[in-house]
């Protein structure tokens, strides 16, 4: 499962794609940051080429250990293609706070970011995978729901992309002003972004008592970056 903690540590050589060079010092190639990132995700974009161009798709990911995990129809394209053994990157953000500086230039995000290249392989277990996919969304859900039956696994592929070649950049902190505009009389600072999570709604048509995880949904605030940096994009 999710095993952070139990793996050694943590630091992973970049390799030459995956090697920041813009503002190196908001780079992490440690395993914890590119965890914490995508567990704190719902949502990643697929990017790759077919005949037809290139393509960059929002789907829904999770990670088990040191694979981030997609799923989706036979029939769709990201499937169809990624299934050929192509280059993929995939990408995770979150985006923490809009940076206002004293210039314009300087204007800048407060950021968690991760990008993963590789090529996607097909997963056996479909359906252990997709059980983590219920727990990732709810954990304890998976024990309650009605299973996936023959024809729902038989129409559905589940991928995974190893986490071997990864970048992360995180940028947090208030904005770094060049000295000669520091007097400059305009307001600095950061507005901060959260993903508020909502008050649940429940379907009219439900006979069962509310769970646990639905109560502990609301107020919840996404997780804060793990690492505190300060610098420019
Ligand atoms: C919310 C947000 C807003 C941003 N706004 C801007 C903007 O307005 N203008 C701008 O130029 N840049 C912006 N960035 C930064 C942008 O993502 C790139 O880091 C930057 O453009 C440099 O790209 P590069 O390919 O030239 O960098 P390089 O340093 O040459 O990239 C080398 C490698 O580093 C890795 N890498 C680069 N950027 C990231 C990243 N963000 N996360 C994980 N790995 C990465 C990739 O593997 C890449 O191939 C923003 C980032 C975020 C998350």
Redesign the pocket.
């Known amino acids: 499962m999710n095993d952070t903690a139990a793996l050694p540590p943590t630091r992973r050589a970049?390799?030459d794609?995956?090697?920041?060079?813009?503002?190196?010092e908001?780079?992490h190639y440690d395993r914890a940051t590119l965890h914490a990132i995508i567990d704190a995700a719902y949502l990643c974009h697929v990017a790759f080429s077919d005949d037809k161009g290139t393509h960059n798709i929002p789907t829904a990911c999770w990670r088990e250990g040191e694979h981030l995990y997609i799923h989706g129809s036979n029939g769709g394209r990201l499937i169809k293609w990624l299934g050929q053994g192509i280059q993929a990157?995939v990408?995770i953000?979150?985006?923490d706070g809009l940076v206002l500086a004293r210039s314009a230039f300087n204007h800048?995000?407060?950021?968690?970011?991760?990008?993963v290249?590789g090529r996607f392989e097909p997963v056996a277990d479909k359906h252990a995978a997709l059980a983590a996919l219920m727990d990732h969304l709810a954990l304890g859900r998976q024990a309650e729901i009605r299973a996936g039956n023959d024809k729902e696994f038989a129409a559905t592929t589940v991928m995974r992309i190893a986490l071997d070649e990864?970048?992360?950049?995180v940028?947090s902190g208030p904005p770094v002003d060049d000295e000669e505009d520091m007097q400059h009389p305009v307001w600095a600072g950061v507005l901060p972004l959260v993903q508020l999570r909502g008050t649940p709604v429940a379907d009219p048509l439900n006979a069962v008592a509310t769970p646990g995880y639905v109560h502990a949904w609301t107020g919840l605030t996404q997780a804060v970056g793990p690492l505190d940096r300060n610098a420019r994009?």
């Open positions: 970049p390799s794609r995956t090697r920041v060079r813009r503002v190196a908001n780079a990157c990408t953000t979150h985006l800048s995000m407060n950021y968690r970011s991760a990008m290249y990864a970048a992360c950049k940028r994009q």
